[in-house]
């Protein structure tokens, strides 16, 4: 009961912190404008419009997603360290895992709203010019929040032990890495060389598989998608970020603040 209080507290507060940033307010607008100028790319492309738009729509939902899960991720822990109000936090009657699992509670809460939000005016764009609502769209979404999910649990588990400015910096390799896993691959299966196919095959074990949650292309020619395989890509995805997020704890808790 103390840890479901501690967590409910907590995640309430950094939402609360959240939707103050300014800089995440900008990041949304720049989502928004990108999905909405979508619609006037579209205009400029013949008999091409509804393609460009689902096209272009869904890659703002997922770049301007990851940045603000890399800026909320990466400094919202340090910015409590920064103004020592962590001291008066980790003094009350909760264990440092409470405030680590709780701080990511509420940035995915943060999250999920801002990409609700762009992903309803996608939506709309989309209804201006056609009838109905593609096929995997909604299904596009969901793996889309999953692959937030991921990269705002890598940049607080960065937090755990390192600045903002690192922090957002190894994420940022980190989502690189994850969208180029499908080049690791077949990397490991081309190349002769034993050395190098133990590494890239030690880097597609390791990083998050973040490819795996793109359905731009199957979204924007209305290719069929096995609800099996969007149910996997997110069980793999929640299961990614909770081993991150008890490392991340294990890691938090060995810290010393001092």
């Known amino acids: 009961m ?20 300014k ?3 900008s990041i949304l607008f720049f989502g928004l404008f990108m999905i909405s100028f979508a619609a006037v790319l579209g205009e400029v492309s013949y008999y ?31 910015k409590e360290i920064e103004r020592k109000s962590i001291f008066n936090i980790l003094s009350k ?37 056609s009838d109905g609502l593609p096929p995997n769209l909604i ?19 960065f937090s755990a032990f390192s600045t903002p400015y690192l922090s957002g910096f190894f994420s940022l390799g980190m989502l690189v890495a994850g969208k180029a896993g499908e080049t690791f ?3 490991v299966s081309a190349s002769e060389n034993e050395g190098l196919r133990f590494v890239f095959g030690l880097l597609d074990r390791i990083l ?13 020619y209305e290719i069929p998608v096995p609800p099996t395989f969007v149910l996997n890509a997110m069980l ?16 938090f808790s060995r810290r010393d603040f001092i």
């Not at 793999?236 to 890691?251: D, H, I, K, R």
Request: glycine share 4%.
């Open 2 to 21: 103390l840890a479901i209080r501690a967590l409910t507290s907590i995640s309430f507060n950094t939402y609360r912190e959240a939707v103050r940033s």
């Open 23 to 25: 800089i995440l307010y």
């Open 48 to 78: 091409q419009n509804l393609r460009v738009i689902k096209d272009i729509g869904l890659f703002s939902l997922s770049l301007f997603g990851d940045l603000m899960a890399i800026f909320l991720g990466a400094s919202f822990v340090y």
């Open 93 to 129: 009657p909760l264990k440092r895992w409470h405030y680590f699992v709780g701080k990511l509670l509420g940035i995915l809460a943060t999250l999920y709203i801002q990409l609700l939000i762009m992903f309803v005016t996608l939506v709309v764009v989309i209804s201006v010019y």
């Open 139 to 157: 299904s596009a979404f969901l793996l889309i929040c999953t692959e937030v999910t991921v990269v705002a649990t890598v940049a607080l588990f």
């Open 185 to 187: 691959q077949r990397m």
């Open 208 to 220: 998050p598989a973040l490819w795996t949650f793109n359905l731009a292309t199957e979204v924007t």
């Open 236 to 251: 793999y995805g929640f299961a990614y970020a909770a081993v991150l997020a008890m490392l991340g704890s294990w890691v």
